[in-house]
Nanobody, 126 residues
Framework: QVQLAESGGGSVQAGGSLTLSCAAS????????MGWFRQAPGKEREGVAL????????SVADSVKDRFTISRDDVKNTVHLQMNSLKPEDTGKYYC???????????????????WGQGTQVSVST
């Protein structure tokens, strides 16, 4: 059974940092890619960062460029999202997602991803 378990969310003041983690189990961790998405109330879910788990290549959305970093731990089958210089507009529920079954390039479309975690809340105050 595939499981993606996010952790590390919380409340922080603007300018602060948080690190999210997503522990994956039940499938081949290195099969294609994993992504982090977020959803603010009343808004669509958007992709913020992704990593190709078989070679470590990453991509981040322009909105978080130079502030967020995604990385992987192959031993623990875990993906991390380091978030620095947080802004109030970063507030939302953050989800990790895994894409399997294809080796085509990964992107930030939610429909590309096969499995999803339950999400962890990030709140940034002014």
């Amino acid at each position: 059974q595939v499981q993606l378990a996010e952790s590390g969310g919380g409340s922080v003041q603007a300018g602060g940092s948080l690190t999210l983690s997503c522990a994956a189990s039940g499938y081949d961790f290195r099969s294609n890619c994993m992504g982090w998405f977020r959803q603010a109330p009343g808004k669509e879910r958007e992709g913020v960062a992704l990593i190709y788990t078989y070679n470590g290549v990453t991509s981040v959305a322009d909105s978080v460029k130079d502030r967020f970093t995604i990385s992987r731990d192959d031993v623990k089958n875990t993906v991390h999202l380091q978030m620095n210089s947080l802004k109030p507009e970063d507030t939302g529920k953050y989800y990790c997602a895994a894409r399997t079954g294809t080796w085509s390039p990964c992107g930030f479309k939610t429909y590309e991803y096969t499995y999803w975690g339950q999400g962890t809340q990030v709140s940034v105050s002014t």
